[in-house]
């Protein structure tokens, strides 16, 4: 299986700030990461797609970018309703898989 | 807008068979080409996708499980389901539903409507 790893684990950030979060594949997908957005009780939000493709309806503020091995989500300037889980995923191959996560929270 | 959400009994005993329906808002499972996939969240850790059907009822699922788990696909009820045997502690996750519009370039996949999720717990 493909190993999906994310960093940080933890980002404490304000307002308005720029943030970046990174993923890494444990081999080659190409640019085969999609981007989610998890809050408690609410249903999960696709993001970005194949890597830099932002789903219908999402800001612009958030961007992503990548290949191979190394991606990244940002979100240009942090919005109240953007603190919440990020997770990557690879589509590359089944059997899907997910990195660990990265929780955004208020500074 | 497309609309999912599980249903499905929260608490479970060991050893028991797991049952979980995913309704679909009306027209959305016979709108185009998908596959309707099942993810679970365990507590504390990471996202585990399940597996999913398509339209069609091909299934394919995650190896990890072990043959544990059956998906099936109702087109006329607008529905799916997951069945999973032989629940153990480590079972106990929020189960989501989620659709996957089927493409033809290997690798662009991706779960662009998901329901809210349903906690199942395992516990005798």
């Known amino acids: 299986d493909i190993q999906m790893t994310q960093s940080p684990s933890s980002l404490s950030a304000s307002v308005g700030d720029r943030v970046t979060i990174n993923c890494r594949a444990s081999q080659s997908i190409a640019v085969y990461v999609n981007w989610y957005q998890l809050k408690p009780g609410k249903a999960p939000r696709l993001l970005i797609f194949a890597s830099s493709r932002l789903q219908r309806g999402v800001p612009s503020r958030f961007s992503g970018d990548g290949s191979v091995t190394d991606f990244t989500l940002t979100i240009s300037s942090l919005q109240p309703e953007d603190f919440a889980f990020y997770y990557c995923q690879q589509s590359y191959n089944t059997p899907f898989t997910f990195g660990p996560g990265t929780k955004l929270d208020i500074k | 807008q497309v609309q999912l959400q599980e249903s499905g009994p929260g608490l479970v005993k060991p050893s028991q068979t797991l049952s979980l329906m995913c309704t679909v808002s009306?027209?959305?499972?016979?709108?185009?080409?998908?596959?309707w996939n099942w993810i679970r969240h365990h507590p504390g850790k990471g996202l585990e996708w399940i597996g999913y059907?398509?339209?069609?009822?091909?299934?394919f699922y995650n190896p990890s499980l072990k043959s544990r788990a059956t998906i099936s696909v109702d087109m006329s009820k607008k529905n799916f389901s997951l069945r999973m045997d032989s629940l153990t502690a480590a079972d106990t996750a929020i189960y989501f539903c989620?659709?996957?519009?089927?493409?033809?370039?290997?690798?662009?996949?991706?779960?662009?409507?998901w329901g809210r999720g349903t906690l199942v717990t395992v516990s005798s």
């Open positions: 989620a659709r996957e519009p089927f493409g033809v370039v290997k690798g662009l996949r991706y779960f662009d409507f």
């Open positions: 009306v027209d959305s499972m016979t709108s185009g080409d998908f596959n």
């Open positions: 059907i398509s339209n069609s009822g091909s299934t």
